[in-house]
């Protein structure tokens, strides 16, 4: 289990998350590293397909409450955090996943961290039940498990 | 909004609205063994678009002149007033966050006709009174107004046919390129 690492796709706010930093730089130390321009533009399919896709968690970095350069794109990212959040629990998997992180960093420094501090908290919970999210038996062996290739 | 939930939990709130109106109608106590739920959610803090201040009128005893009956505005007042963001210049006329790289290009809200029912979501959506309903041969079609429109894309997301798309945006395209890296 030590050589398991856990994919964590992370969305952040152009606005409140390293504006200041190269984005180029910023992309190369930080993997699966979306940076949008409102957190209020993901959609509840983007994080759902994330999953899909074989993520084991999605971070969400958006502005602090009443600052949104679009007035309330956070509030709307953070509502649908929450009912993805229940409907993740109802298919049996951890809520946990998925998280939301209202602040502001402009040098992106706490990007990492908190992608790190996320993974640790995936590896804890173990790779994520592909069975539930794609509906159907994996074929190989190496596919159920998510994690050796 | 008495709690922010599924569509499901909406229809089956249909049978606590069906015992409501038994009860209205046969005169019967409307709280008596029942249990309201309520989970509230805070509201939505927004930075702009704050209302104009009142003006205070002097009162009329002492209005015997003919100078201006309104107070006016303390220093104080006055600065906070002109910070005031009043949104009177358009997106279009600034793309200072296509110059800082920001956004690939302000990029036009398509509508699909074809796909749009007519539903009003994009107009609940939109912070900026953008996105609007049009009649067209009959048929009641959304519309985004570029001039007001900030292409922040909340609408796109918003709408539940997917009749919205956003021209010559990168951002799907940026999503799922990460996502193939993923498997």
Redesign the interface.
């Known amino acids: 289990m030590s050589e398991y690492e856990p994919?964590v796709?992370c969305f952040s706010c152009?606005?409140g998350w390293g504006?200041l930093a190269d984005?180029a730089i910023l992309s190369s130390q930080i993997k699966?590293?979306?940076p949008?321009?409102?957190t209020?533009?993901?959609?509840?399919t983007?994080m759902l397909?994330?999953f899909k896709?074989?993520?084991d968690g999605v971070l969400i970095l958006g502005c602090p409450?009443?600052?949104?350069?679009?007035?309330?794109?956070n509030?709307?990212a953070r509502?649908r955090v929450?009912?993805i959040r229940?409907?993740l629990e109802s298919y049996g998997i951890e809520k946990e996943r998925i998280r939301i992180e209202l602040s502001t960093d402009s040098y992106g420094n706490r990007i990492l961290q908190l992608v790190e501090e996320m993974s640790k908290e995936l590896a804890r919970l173990g790779p994520l039940n592909r069975i539930a999210v794609t509906g159907r038996v994996p074929e190989k062996a190496s596919e159920a498990r998510g994690w050796t290739r | 909004m008495r709690k922010v939930g599924f569509m499901v939990e909406a229809m089956g709130e249909g049978l606590v609205a069906a015992e409501s109106i038994d009860r209205y109608l046969r005169g019967v106590n409307m709280r008596e063994d029942r249990k309201r739920d309520y989970e509230g959610y805070e509201i939505p803090v927004r930075r702009d678009y704050k209302p104009e201040p009142i003006v205070e009128w002097i009162p009329p005893e002492k209005r015997m002149h003919f100078q201006l009956f309104e107070r006016g505005f303390t220093l104080r007042e006055a600065i906070e007033e002109a910070k005031r963001c009043l949104a009177c210049g358009p997106c279009l006329s600034c793309k200072a966050c296509v110059s800082i790289g920001f956004q690939k290009s302000l990029s036009p809200v398509e509508v699909d006709i074809e796909k749009c029912s007519g539903c009003g979501m994009c107009v609940y959506a939109c912070n900026y009174y953008a996105a609007g309903l049009i009649s067209l041969n009959g048929r009641t079609v959304s519309k985004t107004d570029m001039f007001r429109c900030k292409s922040c894309g909340m609408c796109v997301v918003a709408c539940p046919s997917g009749a919205r798309r956003m021209v010559d945006d990168d951002t799907t395209e940026k999503i799922a390129r990460v996502f193939a890296s993923l498997s």
């Open positions: 994919k796709v152009k606005f504006y984005e699966n590293w979306i949008i321009i409102c209020g533009k993901i959609d509840a983007h397909d994330a896709q074989g993520a409450e009443g600052n949104c350069h679009y007035q309330d794109g509030y709307e509502k929450y009912l229940r409907l």
